[in-house]
């Protein structure tokens, strides 16, 4: 027996579709995976696990309404940007807060302790 005649014979030209194929047709249309497992003893459940996998295009996520990456600021530099503004704006907004509630515990302002 020789090596050749173990291995398989690759596609042809005209019988069936290759990888890129395949490939194309479940990114163009999606493909949705579903399940729970559920791990119950004596009718009490004690575990429920639900999966779900969606395997699709960027564009026919967008067309599904799913554009969670864009929003996450591990996965987008913009989202990241708006996170960090956002934080900026919060902290100065307490620093202006404490600032001027400073002066009405009865401590001196900061002018006027140098000008004592």
Do not use: C, F, H
């Amino acid at each position: 027996m020789t090596m050749s005649s173990r291995l398989p014979e690759p596609y042809g030209q005209g019988g069936g579709a290759n990888l890129a194929d395949i490939l194309e047709r479940v990114l163009d249309k999606g493909v949705v995976i579903a399940g729970d497992i559920r791990i119950n003893l004596l009718d009490i459940e004690l575990l429920t696990v639900k999966l779900r996998l969606i395997v699709a295009s960027v564009d026919k996520a967008k067309e599904m309404g799913i554009d969670w990456w864009e929003d996450d600021p591990a996965l987008s530099s913009r989202a990241r940007r708006n996170e960090l503004a956002r934080e900026n704006a919060e902290l100065r907004e307490r620093l202006a807060q404490l600032e001027l509630a400073e002066p009405a515990r009865g401590e001196p302002a900061r002018g006027e302790e140098e000008a004592r």
